[in-house]
């Protein structure tokens, strides 16, 4: 939503301005210099990455135009589940977690947090660790290692979309160069034409710098900043889990483990000490 406000607010500012001191709007448009940039730019950003690559970004950029998941109430969700899980543990003893972690669909304190359920990867992240903490194999310090090179690969992962589009925006502006100087070519082709229309075509070559810029500026590096900030929160989540699972393996009682997971998030998702209190208060008495 704020990606669009953004644009329009830009927009207006621009083109307000351009009208305010006496241009025309019609003088700027011009689509087949929008289809040189266009494509150009397009062609580059395929040639530079493979399918996957392809298929990440451009399901990141729909992302852009949606808010995020990762709200409060996801996260008081997965904190919730963790400390039933942990409480679980402490009480029935580690073993009998072998159910819930294998089938994680039918197990009776996972189905109850149907969104993160719906994380694929965030489940498969939960139980595998807790897979290794019911065999007894790793120490804290072992997992914590393996839980932070996982970590860092998928952050990784997920800032490929905003590289590629940052890279985009990057030559947004060179492929606008070209645009004005393929309109030159056919001015200088045409000098044989009277000054008033030669003055028509050299303002139509130099829109082609003008749109490269307000393209990539304006509309596509925005998008590489909103991508890096989906990145940093889909990583977020991950940290959240290896903190309040660390803290049990370290000793800690499960209401003290959800506070470390707490602690971790960010300002404006990260509930009170009392909100989190009262949701695990809540959830002991059910």
Request: aromatic content about 8%.
């Amino acid at each position: 939503m704020f990606v669009i406000i953004g644009w329009v607010v830009a927009l207006a500012g621009i083109f307000g301005g351009f009208v305010a001191a006496g241009g025309h709007l019609a003088a700027l448009m011009q689509p087949l210099e929008i289809v040189m940039i266009g494509g150009g730019a397009f062609g580059a950003f395929i040639a530079s990455n493979n399918a996957h690559g392809l298929k990440h970004t451009l399901g990141g950029i729909a992302s852009c135009f949606k808010g995020s998941k990762y709200s409060k109430a996801f996260y008081m969700e997965l904190i919730g589940m963790l400390f039933e899980l942990l409480a679980k543990a402490r009480k029935e003893g580690l073993m009998s977690l072998e159910n819930d972690v294998e089938e994680p669909e039918k197990s009776a304190i996972f189905t109850k947090y149907p969104n993160i359920l719906a994380d694929h990867h965030l489940v498969e992240f939960i139980t595998d660790y807790m897979r290794m903490m019911v065999g007894g194999n790793l120490n804290a310090m072992e997992i914590e290692n393996l839980m932070d090179s996982e970590i860092e690969t998928h952050h990784h992962e997920e800032m490929h979309s905003s590289h590629a589009v940052s890279k985009l925006a990057d030559g947004m502006p060179a492929f606008g160069i070209v645009a004005a100087v393929m309109g030159v070519v056919h001015t200088m082709e045409s000098l044989h034409l009277p000054p008033t229309e030669l003055g028509v075509l050299i303002a139509h070559a130099l829109v082609g710098t003008f749109l490269g810029i307000l393209l990539s500026y304006g509309f596509v590096a925005p998008l590489a900043t909103v991508l890096e900030g989906k990145a940093a929160e889909s990583t977020k989540v991950y940290q959240v889990v290896k903190v309040v699972l660390l803290a049990s393996l370290n000793g800690f009682a499960p209401q003290t483990c959800a506070e470390f997971g707490r602690k971790v998030l960010f300002s404006t998702e990260r509930p009170s000490f009392k909100e989190l209190e009262d949701d695990i208060k809540a959830r002991k008495g059910k």
